[in-house]
């Protein structure tokens, strides 16, 4: 893991990126319709789409638009969103923050719930708690974003009886419980999915580590069973659960767009949608560029982690 | 007989209603008590307000904003039908080809600069120029010439003869800018405001709340009753239903109709229905096979099950259309017979058009809004019965209006109530329609809708109209199942919260909030 | 085989597989009414002796709904996975086998297309492609490829060292015959057994697709697709949410657990 390593990453990075705008760019201009005919809708005269597409620049050619674009944003400008008449900056600014605290809260919930429960799988194999928490990481699994979410509202937030709001967003700045309570669900659903892959992952290794020489060696030189957990199996057993929570990362910003929607939660993945939906070609650029670069970057530093957890992979 | 049938649908329309039916003539507000002034009424939406570019929105919470912000020489009431904003009155040269608008004195746009002729014929200027998106041109294509006689009179000639020039004035995006706004960048309309109507705005924020406060100088004395507004946007049904029903909110601005019984079962919340000219619309390319044959459009008509539909759709909140574009509320309606159910006799219309065996045909939603889709699916399994196999093709909105809106020979279509019957038959049945999309092209009842125009005596148009509803109905250019009504909800400490038919007026002036 | 039935894990697998399997092969047969037919009379019911799985918004019948859902739910996984692995595993095992410069080139590729979160790509693609069961389809494969081809690739690169690789390129044999007798065969267990979890995931990403409105359109009986419709009615009749919710998760849990199974029955290190 040397500089010239880091910085060849950084570089594959760059050139990814780019050839994202690229596509996303090019995909949309060929598609039919654009942002003005959304924003128009059945109020189309040709006449007004006209006039429409040179109010919102649509009329120049591609390589003018997307030349304009690249300029902007090398400047730090993302330009004006096509269809909510606020700056991309902002609109996407103030969504990634509200995504940020939700992945957050999730991510942070379940590493302190899900590595003790994978390792107290581990260390139980074989009892109903092992079996309890395998079944529970099974079920997790197999179930989308959409459905959990839609269970949890069954569950928590019917008319009869609403114990959480049913979606929604109140700023924490304004109201900080309220703000948190909104948060619950969608972080518990994203929460949830995780937790099943990460306790299942910990499980296995640390099955693997329990099971392996150097702590039969520990054991028998008369270590007992807690230090031997803490100080040598668990550690041990975390490197692959970095690797699962980062790859676990990708997962979370796809499950976010999900989550959001049927939460109407104001992030990212929600404001991403009503782009999408309204072919607002600068607020998906800026997007997907963000959770390209988020996930890009997850990885790197998640690579980093393992590599300082595990002295193997150090010097390989 | 006419008289008789219109009472007896009203009464059961009554019976339907929870809460109240909107009353058509002036607001409730002439309630016994005296209207409280103060206090910040609070609308949930659930669509966003992406802009407040008065010339070309169509956001249904982006109307509320403008109707509150702005005013136009004329509106539409409650009653649908016309009344004096900024022109205090208006007259009509006897061939219906100029107009005499009288503007109001000191009325003061929100930045204070006094409002003139100047304004009006900048706007409408700005609303003809092809080269700005105006949704209002297409009422004002026989505008000719625009002229400020004095700073308070305004006079239109027209191209053609045009009785109805004051309901297109009155159109909801032909609102009076001001001359300094139109000169400036036109951008600027999106995010800033300068009107002349009760309210100025205050915070524009797309993503949260658009806030507008009192203002002062408005021409009505002694309104608007309320010191703010604030509309809040829930992107969420559930929880925008929750906030309102905990009174964090006054105003639920649209209501689902999935939602509407449990909402107006609630204490302290009156829930309206406002029936209302929205409808939904089968088009039916008439150029090509096999909708040019009238026998395969009635016998679908016939296979339609509108009954079913209302109930299904719209949880039986609306009421069952007879295949014309033309809503009751209209001026010149004609009464027209409800189509029965009958899959038997359109099997039989069928056979005698040439398809014994039934006819198979794809049929093409958009999936925004659902009701589209909706249509769709219950239409299907209701014209089974009448021969029709259908194959329904639902798609996102932006492939449906770049391919098939205009273009395709058998979709489905979705419109808001027009103010009048003219405006209704030139946006979608004359051959120079603006959004002609049947090329159910006929002469003889473009000159009924031409002479329409030109006639100035009420008697005479009735006959004309009803001349033309004949022909529309003789011929189905579309098959129109039902309409929609509009559904709304507020608290019972709001007073005055009405939604006209046409859900583009809201008269917010008039709301205030009875909180001891 | 015999570890493999041994295995719990798998033998439930195994069961709500067959379950799945015997529905989407017989279930469109079993269905006791038309799944689009309306009962406008009992809209939105719970379970009841004519409906047992109760009732949608239009009073179609919920369990017709699923069995006629189920073909083209399976067809869909496993179809997305075929078409995703069989391109993956090419580009894998071409970049395997070729090596050099062809290897490094692909593999680059490969690692931009990586770098987009799953979901989003697929999310991308299919809006793109415009929506759709095909296109979502086609958007989960071209998905699924890139990872495909990294495992074959580096299951070819494993075999490509083994003795039996050396000895017959030792023989003289030509590099195709090499491929085809002796890479390929050798490489393809990690790879079916990659594919059946893969399965799971691809139903699951259809189903979400049809949900957010972008993969089956109505009428379709797709059961992502029954959710969305289903959830503005669904506090007043949860079950037609929480059927066709369940009917997902009992599908992709009976191909998860299998696929397990059958990487612990091909690789017995794994299996603790």
């Known amino acids: 893991m040397t500089l010239a390593y880091l910085l060849r990453r950084l570089g594959a990075i760059v050139v990814v990126l780019a050839i994202v705008t690229v596509a996303v760019f090019g995909i949309t201009m060929v598609l039919p319709g654009n942002a003005a005919l959304m924003i128009l809708g059945e109020h189309a005269t040709p006449e007004n789409l006209v006039a429409m597409e040179r109010q919102l620049g649509l009329d120049r050619p591609v390589w003018v638009q997307y030349g304009t674009w690249v300029w902007g944003v090398l400047h730090g400008d993302f330009g004006m969103s096509l269809r909510l008449s606020l700056p991309v900056a902002q609109v996407v600014g103030e969504a990634f923050w509200n995504s940020a605290w939700l992945a957050l809260m999730a991510l942070a919930g379940v590493t302190v719930i899900a590595i003790p429960l994978g390792a107290l799988a581990a260390l139980k194999r074989g009892s109903v708690w092992d079996l309890v928490i395998g079944l529970f990481s099974y079920v997790g699994t197999a179930m989308p974003e959409f459905v959990t979410a839609t269970l949890l509202l069954i569950l928590f937030a019917s008319p009869e009886w609403p114990v959480m709001p049913a979606g929604g967003y109140v700023a924490p700045s304004e109201d900080f419980l309220g703000f948190l309570r909104h948060a619950i669900l969608p972080a518990g659903t994203l929460g949830l999915i995780l937790m099943a892959h990460i306790s299942r992952q910990v499980r296995s290794e640390m099955s693997e580590v329990l099971s392996s020489d150097y702590i039969r060696a520990a054991r028998l030189k008369g270590l007992r069973g807690r230090r031997v957990v803490w100080r040598h199996a668990l550690p041990n057993s975390l490197a692959p659960a970095v690797a699962v929570i980062s790859l676990d990362v990708g997962y979370l910003l796809g499950g976010i767009i999900v989550v959001e929607e049927i939460f109407a939660w104001p992030g990212l993945g929600r404001t991403l949608i009503y782009a999408l939906q309204n072919r607002d070609l600068p607020v998906i650029q800026a997007i997907t560029l963000l959770l390209a670069v988020v996930y890009a970057l997850s990885n790197l530093i998640a690579d980093i982690i393992i590599a300082w957890l595990d002295p193997r992979v150090r010097h390989a | 007989m006419t008289d008789l049938t219109l009472k007896r649908r009203h009464v059961l329309m009554g019976m339907g209603a929870i809460g109240t039916l909107a009353t058509f003539g002036l607001p409730q507000g002439a309630m016994a008590q005296t209207p409280k002034a103060g206090g910040t009424l609070r609308i949930s939406h659930s669509t966003r307000i992406a802009t407040l570019n008065v010339l070309s929105l169509s956001g249904p919470a982006e109307y509320p904003c403008i109707d509150m912000i702005y005013s136009g020489l004329t509106r539409i009431g409650l009653d649908s039908k016309v009344h004096p904003d900024l022109a205090k009155s208006w007259d009509a040269s006897a061939d219906a080809k100029e107009f005499t608008f009288h503007l109001r004195e000191g009325v003061k746009f929100h930045d204070g600069t006094p409002f003139t002729a100047e304004d009006v014929v900048a706007t409408y200027t700005a609303i003809l120029n092809p080269d700005i998106p105006s949704s209002a041109r297409s009422v004002l294509t026989m505008v000719e010439k625009i002229e400020a006689v004095d700073p308070l009179t305004v006079k239109f000639t027209l191209k053609t003869p045009f009785a109805d020039l004051p309901v297109s004035t009155a159109h909801a995006n032909a609102r009076i800018l001001s001359k300094a706004a139109l000169a400036g960048p036109l951008t600027d309309l999106d995010t800033k405001a300068n009107g002349t109507g009760p309210f100025k705005l205050d915070v524009y924020d797309s993503a949260r709340m658009v806030r507008l406060v009192k203002n002062p100088d408005y021409y009505q004395p002694g309104k608007p009753y309320l010191d703010a507004v604030e509309m809040m946007l829930f992107p969420d049904l559930a929880a925008e239903t929750a906030n309102f029903l905990s009174g964090a909110t006054d105003v639920m601005l649209t209501v689902q109709q999935a939602e509407f019984a449990r909402i107006a079962a609630q204490p302290g919340i009156e829930a309206k229905r406002v029936a209302s000219g929205r409808y939904v619309c089968i088009v039916m390319r008439q150029d090509q096979k096999p909708w040019d044959d009238v026998r395969v459009r009635r016998a679908l008509a016939l296979a339609t099950d509108r009954e079913l539909l209302v109930d299904v759709i719209l949880e039986g909140l609306g009421r069952p259309a007879a295949d014309s574009i033309v809503p009751p509320e209209l001026a010149f309606a004609t009464d027209k017979p409800a189509i029965p159910y009958d899959p038997e006799a359109a099997k039989k219309l069928l056979a005698e058009a040439g398809y014994p065996d039934g006819l198979k045909a794809t049929l093409v939603a958009s999936d925004r809004p659902a009701i589209r889709a909706q249509t769709a699916i219950a239409l299907k399994q209701s014209a089974a019965a009448g021969g029709f196999d259908l194959t329904i093709e639902t798609m996102p909105h932006d492939t449906y209006l770049a391919n098939v809106w205009m273009k395709g020979a058998f979709y489905i279509g979705y419109w808001g109530m027009q103010p009048t019957i003219d405006a209704t038959y030139r946006l979608l049945l004359t051959s120079d329609a603006s959004y002609q999309d049947t090329e159910w092209k006929n002469a003889e009842f473009d000159a009924l809708i031409e002479e329409g125009r030109a006639t100035v005596d009420e008697a005479k148009r009735a006959e004309i109209y009803a001349k033309a509803q004949a022909m529309e109905a003789e011929d189905v250019p579309y098959i129109v199942p039902f309409f929609e009504d509009v559904l709304t909800a507020s608290s019972t400490k709001t007073a005055s919260w009405e939604v006209a038919p046409i859900s583009r007026y809201f008269y917010v002036e008039d709301v205030w909030l009875d909180k001891a | ?272």
């Open chain 3, 1 to 272: 085989m015999r570890d493999f039935l041994r295995n719990p894990a798998g033998l439930v697998g195994l069961c709500l597989l067959s379950i799945v399997i015997g529905a989407a092969l017989f279930g469109p047969w079993l269905a006791p009414y038309d799944p689009q037919q309306f009962h406008p009379k009992t809209r939105l019911q719970g379970p009841s002796w004519d409906f047992w799985l109760g009732t949608d918004q239009y009073g179609r019948d919920l369990l017709s709904r699923i069995l006629n859902g189920a073909p083209s739910t399976v067809f869909f996984g496993i179809g997305s996975t075929a078409l995703g692995v069989g391109v993956g595993s090419v580009i894998g095992v071409i970049a395997g086998v070729a090596g050099g410069r062809t290897d490094s080139v692909i593999m680059r590729v490969l690692d931009g297309l990586l770098a987009m979160p799953e979901l989003l790509f697929t999310l991308l693609i299919v809006t793109f492609l415009g929506g759709g069961t095909t296109q979502a389809m086609l958007a989960v494969a071209v998905t699924f490829a890139p990872g495909m081809a990294r495992i074959a690739r580096s299951s070819v690169l494993s075999v490509r060292t083994r003795e039996y690789v050396m000895a017959a390129t030792a023989r003289g044999e030509s590099r195709a015959w090499i491929v085809g007798r002796e890479v390929l065969p050798n490489a393809l267990g990690p790879i079916i057994v990659e594919a059946t979890i893969r399965v799971s995931f691809a139903i699951m990403i259809g189903a979400t697709l049809g949900f957010l409105g972008l993969g089956a359109q109505p009428p379709s009986t797709e059961w992502g697709l029954m959710v969305a419709e289903a959830r503005q009615f669904m506090f007043r009749n949860p079950w037609c949410v929480a059927v066709p919710g369940l009917a997902i998760a009992f599908t992709a849990m009976g191909f998860n657990l299998f696929g397990d199974a059958l990487r612990d029955a091909f690789d017995p290190k794994r299996s603790r």
